[in-house]
């Protein structure tokens, strides 16, 4: 058989089936997609490749998929931490934005997120924010996989005037980037409390027109539940659940407020959760019970969030605090066990965008999104359960290549579709502006 | 004024006095200390420095800390995870540690714990477990500051048979290393649930004796506590108080369960706490009321734990969760803020060490124990807030350079005390003994 690329790897962990750790497997790729994983002393007989590339400390893994961010965020990363959520929103992050935010903000925010999530092996996320065709512009341009939202919000930005405008603008792009292999969309109101009932009536129509998912926060602080059974006399979730909007397409980001009944309700419904366990901490929203949604078979994603409520865009440590937070809120060392928690972080994350069947896992026929980690350094040894090491142990910066659709966008500490030391200097550009106009209020 | 080493930084944080970022200064290092601290502008003319390090991308902060671990047990890390707190004692780690803890297990268990922390940050360390001189002649040679506990428990080990024992050679090592500049000693009777009182008493009266800390497990689960109850009519933290252990000596780790009483009476005391957010996480020991004991006033510093429970010995990512976890369990974003968890990662750990005169800040007269961390990478950009940056951004690869009393221990990605192929080779030739073993249980 012949192939492009042959990969050669200590350890080859599909995703699927679950839990399966292969020793000294080969994966290779042909146009772009995964044509034959099998053992290394077969490989060297049975294929022959035109580049063969050989990780003996390292384990391949499918690519990460962060399933709820806001990249262009990366740009206020720290800028005002320690803060309550309602300071930190009101006097600094929507007075920056509504100064800054434009398509060269959008633009230079999303490719140092981008920088950032290929150099920490992911290969798709999940974004939620203005000028959505910036990112996904610059996403394609990278060669990383986004779907691109299209963000719906009762406000003005400097993006669209009001909620008609956000949608026109959104299909627009929906439009525009149909026949991207990289750019997907999902409709992206941004939450119950900040998109007013007949917006939302008029997303899930266009949803269902368009076959999109509709991605947004959800039960994400106790305040948010209570105004809302104070304003509308009922939760948000069976706010939405009227609105038609609990549904397979739904993909519900935060939810720690969810009662049994809930998640009961939830599960039935088919619809996606996404965990953001460092954003729910740091911000203090609340504690999400994961372990009981994986037992009721809630399908459930994992994301970084925004740079600026984490605050990084590392999917390697959000699988650790998934993992360990889980088991503490859960009262049981043995729940949200470590491949689970690499499947909420890769093929969990593909269900939630509708990729499942492209990406997510290693298996023939899906596209070649892999990344190689190093499980060589000191700090790494031994290995005992490779999957346990890349969920409690590894770092993003152990993470040597990621390939997307076979193209290598990372590879030997370098990324090969962005230029670093241009995008770093951009960033301390911004800041500088940023910061001397948030010191001055 | 002379200096043998002048590190000039972009910033240096030197905690003391508290959140304090000094811009383009520059640190002055003689015979191992800290001789100036000052603008790098006037470093130039100042001081005459045989060596000129410049770290023009880098914050330069004390060495960090670890205020609670049991370094032998790298060579566990990760041997049996997601499993319920008393089968992974009972079916895997006990049997493991009772088959092959010796004098070479824990050669090459802490040197692997040694090297880790090094690359880390990590500059002083708080230890317990068997062959405790063995640790500390590994540390003393490696130049890392170790405080090696004085092991004390009730069931036979390979290093001691009965608890006289271990007080005998517990005391042994304290006099073999009393002269070494880098090994303190501490009593360490394992848990109030495994050392029985009058083995308790003693230690509070040779404790005295030869004025050293008194390090301990306490309060680590709420299973601790109701059998405690049930076999004592007491909690374990009123048995210590009656007595006399819980005093300015005393180091606390865990303290998961504390009611209010308990808060006030343990400022009262003077006792230090040592926080441990992912050990708590991982084995669901319970939430740490940190931002209650901050509040009260007493002195909190962070540990690892051991690798089998991390799996890491990062006290990067440990500041992050106990910044974090700390925000959620106060359900207070503005809780456990970036300087106070730094601070908790280094002068408060030296002060449960009774370091505090020595290390843990950056002051003219103290020891050189410092750090330089790279800002520069895309991931860690902008930067805004430094110390925040360190807390919630940096992990622990992106240190650069590691001192103890001025000397260079880790530089360019090196070490230069320590062979890590050797050892790495040593720590795969344990696990494939342990692996079999354990396996074939």
Redesign the interface.
């Known amino acids: 058989m012949h192939a492009d690329i042959l990969i050669n790897a200590r350890w080859v962990i599909p995703v699927e089936p679950d839990g399966v750790v292969l020793d000294h497997h080969s994966v290779a790729l042909e146009d772009g997609r995964i044509v034959a994983i099998l053992p290394t002393s077969e490989a060297s007989e049975q294929i022959q490749a035109d580049q063969t590339v050989d990780r003996e400390q390292h384990a391949l893994i499918p690519g990460l998929i962060n399933a709820h961010g806001h990249s262009p965020m990366?740009?206020m990363?720290?800028?005002?931490?320690?803060?309550?959520?309602m300071e930190?929103l009101d006097q600094h992050i929507w007075p920056a934005e509504a100064r800054w935010v434009g398509e060269e903000y959008v633009q230079d925010g999303s490719q140092?997120a981008v920088?950032?999530m290929l150099?920490?092996g992911t290969t798709a996320f999940n974004d939620m924010y203005f000028f959505p065709e910036i990112t996904a512009r610059v996403s394609s341009a990278a060669g990383i996989r986004c779907c691109a939202g299209m963000i719906v919000i009762d406000f003005p930005s400097a993006w669209a005037g009001n909620s008609e405008d956000y949608i026109a603008k959104g299909i627009a792009m929906h439009d525009q980037f149909r026949n991207d292999p990289l750019v997907t969309t999902a409709f992206a109101p941004h939450a119950p409390y900040s998109v007013s009932r007949p917006v939302l009536e008029r997303v899930r129509t266009l949803a269902d027109e368009l076959d999109v998912p509709v991605h947004i926060h959800l039960h994400e602080t106790e305040h948010e539940i209570s105004e809302h059974v104070a304003k509308h006399g009922m939760r948000p979730l069976a706010d939405l659940s009227q609105i038609g909007l609990l549904s397979p397409s739904l993909v519900a980001v935060h939810m720690t407020q969810m009662n049994d009944n809930e998640i009961e309700t939830f599960a039935e419904s088919g619809g996606h959760i996404v965990h953001c366990p460092?954003s729910?901490?740091?911000?203090?929203?609340?504690?999400a019970r994961v372990a009981d949604w994986l037992s009721a078979g809630i399908n459930v994603g994992l994301g970084t969030d925004g740079a600026a409520s984490?605050?990084?865009?590392?999917m390697f440590?959000e699988m650790?605090?998934a993992?360990?937070?889980g088991?503490?809120v859960?009262?049981?060392?043995?729940?949200v066990?470590?491949a689970a928690t690499l499947r909420m972080a890769t093929l969990n994350g593909a269900a939630c965008l509708g990729l499942q069947a492209e990406t997510g896992s290693l298996e023939v026929g899906k596209a070649a999104d892999i990344v190689a980690i190093s499980l060589?350094d000191?700090?790494c040894?031994?290995?005992?359960?490779p999957i346990?090491?890349l969920v409690?142990?590894c770092?993003?910066?152990q993470v040597t290549d990621t390939w997307v659709n076979a193209r290598h966008l990372y590879s030997s500490g370098q990324l090969t579709t962005l230029n670093?030391t241009d995008?770093?200097t951009r960033?301390?550009s911004?800041?500088e502006r940023?910061?001397a106009a948030d010191s001055a209020d």
Chains 1, 2 share one sequence.
């Open positions: 990366t740009l990363r720290g800028l005002a931490d320690d803060l309550p959520l930190w140092l920088a950032e150099a920490g460092e729910n901490m740091k911000l203090a929203s609340g504690f984490n605050n990084d865009l590392d440590s650790r605090s993992a360990m937070l088991k503490a859960a009262a049981d060392a043995s729940a066990p470590a060589a000191a700090r040894q031994p290995v005992y359960h346990s090491q409690y142990t770092s993003a910066d670093v995008l770093v960033a301390q911004w800041a940023i910061n």
